[in-house]
């Protein structure tokens, strides 16, 4: 990020209130599709920007998971509301750095799970229509 180091004790991720302590990792796209316009000829005239998308990925323990789930009271990311996520580290300079997640929702949860192990990892993408 930045060609800055971040401090993964320094990172933090809440969900709708609920601090994420086991985070073991963190990504995002934020994406514009861009079009060529064509004239007469071969090569474009223009170049138009299209329709903006934000998504991501995070992979946590199911611990973690499972206080969503107990929040909502429910057993599947499909039962789960429109979140708000944010994000907090501390960047190279020292200063605290924030990304807001708004109207969040997970689409896919990927894991191989062992009976009674709430230490499982969870890798979860997730869409979201603003991050500020």
């Known amino acids: 990020m930045s060609g800055l180091n971040y401090s993964w ?8 209130g609920i601090d994420f302590a086991e985070v073991e990792s963190s990504q995002f796209t934020d994406e514009q599709a861009l079009e060529f316009v064509y004239g007469t ?6 170049l138009v920007e299209g329709n903006i998308s934000f998504t991501g990925s995070l992979t946590i323990r199911l611990g973690e ?29 020292g200063q605290i750095v924030t990304k807001t997640y708004m109207s969040l929702k997970f689409d896919k949860a990927d894991s191989s799970i062992n009976q009674g192990d709430p230490s499982t990892k969870v890798s979860l993408t997730w869409k979201c229509l603003n991050i500020k």
């Open 41 to 46: 000829g071969d090569l474009p005239q223009d």
């Open 65 to 93: 998971l499972q206080k969503l789930f107990t929040k909502y009271a429910t057993a599947t990311i499909s039962g789960l509301p429109f979140l708000t996520m944010v994000e907090k580290f501390e960047n190279g300079l």
């Open 9 to 16: 004790k320094k990172y933090r991720i809440q969900v709708d």
